[in-house]
């Protein structure tokens, strides 16, 4: 298992033969530069390789028509000049004698790439193509694509393995429209798609591309157009669209599939995009699509046409389907004013469709009200000019290539010894300890607590988490000694403090309370989540309710079994969308929590926390180390554990040491373990609305930590008034 890479040499033989400045960046070199760096990076070779085939004509009739094939096949007989004529008759579009066999080529990549992680030959991958694929439609060539390479795959998932819900992720900085047309109306494909718009003065300039286009008949809601009515959006901008309307959207639908149409020139430099979002992003943006439908990510090359930009998004991109810790998101993480318009104008959109959304929206004014068409937006001050982004893409190599990925993966340290625990293989069983001095030395901030074995399981986790600090781990489990969690978390802040850490993030959850003495300097962001506190003690230090089940709920627990009994919650039956509530009591054996059938939590509730709360605090602290700490009655499943601690390892540069308590390890550890090691988590079950107190709690909590915590904000107040929260 693991990461498949697909590519055909013979896709590098088309290219543009006339004069045309419009067409001529979609260049061969496109691929060799990417191919050329996952190589030098090692990346390559970690791979499977598959080599291409052409798909069928069979396969393309998928998607397009027999007319429309032959009149392509046609093109490898005609002369230059016979070529230019018809290219012609597109937008955008060049044909070349070798056009007819590289987008065959283009679309068997994408159809052995689904085949590879259908089959569960491997986890998820890359197809390496040209020509690009989402502007092409039934019957027509646009925008540098011939045949529809993700829809045609699409089409390919549902007809030979039956699937229901597949996503496509297009992060492509133009608009897919091809794809758009192409399951307009079909709610088993959800499209989305965020696109350099300019209130439609950027190419393809429709209408439709625009955020209240949301699909037709039963495809409403099944089209997610985000447009960007200005150029130089970054990092954050790209990481607030994500936790704030794809993710949310994606948990909702719960693909059995993603598809990424994986263009480039959303990135810094792209002469097209005109953006500055960094090549890290989109490790950071593929890390966060892990946690969907088991981490069956299949991604098909589409733009990017600044050689250096899309060799090293690529290789980000690879690097995360690997498994590999993604590098920190450098830059301001506060989106821009126009970021968040746009953010807004898709919620405003979607929420008829999206229970999700419909808990997260503000009372809302529309942009174009605010601006009106034909007004031009001024840049704002912080943003870059083209050219100095492209001057920053230099040294940000450098950087990337010095930062060593630690030789161990994934750690453990058990409390007590050889405890009987399956733990996945490539994890590192912690044998060795701290010195036995500075284990002491450590232990007197508690004398009490610390003697004997959980002396001994102290000084493991010292040794384990300066593995972290110095860079030879990249991330542990520590378990310890029962009772010890909460003294274990205090040593564990101090002796990161000590190491130099500037900005440590401690998601505890539980009965944890912050150590008392720890000074409120900003160095530590402390996060609770917990029963139903809501509290800012400070910017630092904040505790957020533990969404808890809706409606009639009772709980019996016997030696032997463990009874779960949950009622249509009466004031709004609408909230069942994907699954629903069990009518009937279930016994479950209390041997296998694992079973339980519905989370104990409403997973919606659980969702907007993560999404809208942690992720925009992590993202915005970012920390030098993750802590996540499982503290004595955590009240989290296995699956929600295992889905925080997926994507807390994005904060920190993957620098995350998660602590639990003895008696909680279960099962808990080896399905952290498989997280941390770069699995996806397991399912969080069928999506369930949050209850009205939850959100309550939630907005008023990011009410009051917006104006320190930027990334918290989903929707753009109107200007000039505060909140409409607060
Ligand atoms: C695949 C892709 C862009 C076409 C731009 C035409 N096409 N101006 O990025
Ligand atoms: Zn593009």
């Excluded at 991958?125 to 502007?135: E, F, K, M, T």
């Excluded at 901008?237 to 959303?266: C, N, R, T």
Aim: hydrophobic share 45%; net charge negative.
């Amino acid at each position: 298992m693991g990461t498949a890479l697909v590519y055909h040499e013979d896709m590098t033989a088309t290219r543009l033969l006339w004069d045309d400045p419009e067409c001529e960046i979609e260049c061969p070199e496109r691929l060799t530069a990417a191919l050329d760096g996952l190589r030098q990076r090692g990346l390559q070779q970690r791979c499977l390789c598959l080599t291409a085939c052409e798909a069928s004509e069979e396969e393309l009739g998928m998607v397009h028509s027999p007319e429309y094939v032959a009149l392509v096949r046609r093109t490898q007989t005609l002369d230059k000049e016979e070529l230019q004529a018809l290219s012609k008759q597109f937008d955008a579009v060049y044909f070349h004698p070798n056009t007819f066999h590289c987008a065959r080529l283009a679309v068997g990549a994408a159809l052995q790439l689904v085949d590879a992680v259908l089959t569960g030959a491997v986890h998820n991958g890359l197809a390496l193509v040209r020509p690009p694929g989402h502007h092409s439609q039934k019957e027509a060539a646009n925008g540098f694509c011939v045949f529809n390479n993700v829809a045609i795959a699409a089409k390919h998932a549902k007809q030979k393995y039956g699937l229901q819900r597949i996503l496509i992720v297009d992060w492509d900085i133009h608009h897919g429209q091809g794809i758009q047309y192409i399951f307009d109306d079909d709610p088993s494909v959800l499209y989305f798609s965020w696109h350099r718009y300019e209130h439609g003065r950027f190419w393809p300039f429709l209408q439709e591309s625009d955020a209240h286009a949301v699909g037709q008949g039963q495809g409403q809601g099944f089209t997610v157009n985000l447009p960007w009515n200005q150029v130089g959006m970054g990092n954050a901008d790209y990481l607030a669209a994500f936790l704030h309307v794809l993710l949310p959207l994606a948990f909702e639908f719960d693909p059995e599939l993603v598809l990424v149409s994986a263009g480039f020139d959303s990135a810094i430099g792209d002469p097209e995009g005109r953006m500055r979002a960094t090549p890290e992003c989109f490790a950071h943006l593929t890390q966060l699509m892990q946690v969907l439908a088991g981490g069956r990510i299949c991604a098909v090359l589409e733009g990017g046409y600044h050689l250096e930009s899309l060799a090293q998004s690529v290789c980000m991109m690879v690097q995360t389907l690997l498994g590999d810790p993604t590098p920190p998101l450098l830059g301001l993480m506060v989106p821009c004013q126009s970021a968040l318009e746009s953010i807004q104008s898709v919620q405003t959109a979607q929420a008829p469709h999206w229970t999700s959304l419909q808990q997260n929206v503000a009372p809302v004014l529309g942009p174009s009200t605010r601006f009106p068409e034909g007004r031009s937006l001024p840049l704002l001050a912080e943003n870059p000019t083209y050219e100095a982004a492209e001057a920053a893409l230099s040294p940000l190599q450098g950087e990337l290539c010095l930062r060593p990925t630690p030789p161990i993966c994934t750690a453990v340290a058990l409390a007590v010894p050889g405890a009987a625990l399956a733990l996945p293989p490539g994890v590192l069983l912690q044998e060795e300890s701290a010195l036995r001095e500075e284990t002491e030395a450590w232990a007197r901030l508690h004398k009490s607590l610390f003697q004997d074995e959980s002396l001994v399981a102290l000084g493991k986790i010292l040794c384990l988490l300066g593995g972290i600090l110095d860079g030879q781990v990249r991330n542990g489990i520590a378990v310890t000694a029962a009772l010890a969690t909460a003294a274990t978390v205090e040593v564990i802040i101090q002796r990161c403090l000590s190491h130099g850490a500037q900005r440590l993030l401690c998601v505890a959850l539980g009965q944890l309370d912050r150590p008392l003495d720890l000074a409120d300097d900003g160095r530590v962001l402390w996060l609770n989540i917990r029963g139903k506190e809501a509290a800012v003690e400070s910017m630092f230090h904040i505790s957020t309710p533990l969404p808890q089940v809706r409606g009639r709920v009772a709980v019996w627990r016997g030696s032997h079994c463990l009874l779960v009994f949950l009622g249509v919650p009466a004031h709004n039956p609408g909230s069942l969308r994907f699954g629903g509530w069990l009518q009937e009591p279930v016994a479950v054996s209390r041997s296998e929590p694992e079973a339980l059938p519905l989370s104990p939590q409403t997973t919606g509730g659980f969702l907007s926390c993560i999404l809208g709360l942690v992720l925009p605090l992590a993202y915005g602290f970012q920390p030098d180390v993750v802590l996540m700490a499982l503290g004595p009655a955590h009240g989290l499943q296995n699956a929600q554990a295992a889905l925080l601690a997926s994507v807390l390892r994005g904060p920190a540069g993957g620098r995350i040491l998660a602590v639990v308590e003895e008696e909680s390890i279960l099962q808990l550890a080896r399905t952290l373990a498989q997280v941390l090691l770069g699995e996806a988590p397991p399912s969080l079950g069928p999506f369930l609305m949050a209850s009205p107190e939850e959100i309550r709690a939630l907005r008023l909590l990011k009410a009051q930590l917006e104006p320190r915590w930027k990334l918290l904000q989903a929707a753009a107040p109107p200007p000039g008034s505060c909140s409409p929260i607060a």
